[in-house]
């Protein structure tokens, strides 16, 4: 207990020496100076109000555009170039002359496939009737 009231006691004395050297602190320094007011710079804006102190600035300028000069004959020159760059290196656009053969003979055999399946389904057909047709 005696503890506690000697940090009590000495808490007080810390807060009053304090609070004296803040109340004489204030004397010794200098006053600080009062911020200054923000210049107000309008651009797209006119003023109406004269209370208003501000800054008048330009209007923003907008660069001049210059088209660039192209010679149509470089230009012409390089489009040939380009095709040739995209062609395939290898020649494989006759691809489909080539497999033409195997392509004709996978469809004769597709529709042989499916005229066998549509006389496959016909003859079910007939036997679920009841009569056979030759």
Do not use: C
């Not at 911020?35 to 001049?64: C, G, Q, S, T, W």
């Not at 210059?66 to 489009?79: A, F, Y």
């Not at 080539?98 to 597709?110: H, N």
């Amino acid at each position: 207990m005696e503890d506690a009231k000697a940090r009590k006691e000495r808490l007080k004395a810390l807060k009053q020496a304090a609070a004296t050297a803040e109340a004489n602190e204030p004397s010794t320094r200098d006053p600080e100076p009062e911020p200054e007011a923000p210049v107000l710079k309008f651009r797209n804006y006119i003023v109406k109000d004269d209370k208003i102190e501000h800054e008048v600035v330009a209007p923003a300028v907008v660069p001049k555009f210059v088209e660039p000069v192209v010679d149509k004959q470089e230009q012409e020159s390089n489009q040939e170039e380009l095709l040739l760059n995209v062609a395939p290196k290898k020649a494989n656009w006759d691809l489909k002359r080539d497999v033409q053969d195997k392509l004709d003979k996978l469809e004769r055999r597709t529709q042989r496939a499916i005229v066998g399946i549509m006389q496959d389904d016909e003859k079910e057909r007939m036997e679920a009737e009841g009569g056979v047709q030759d």
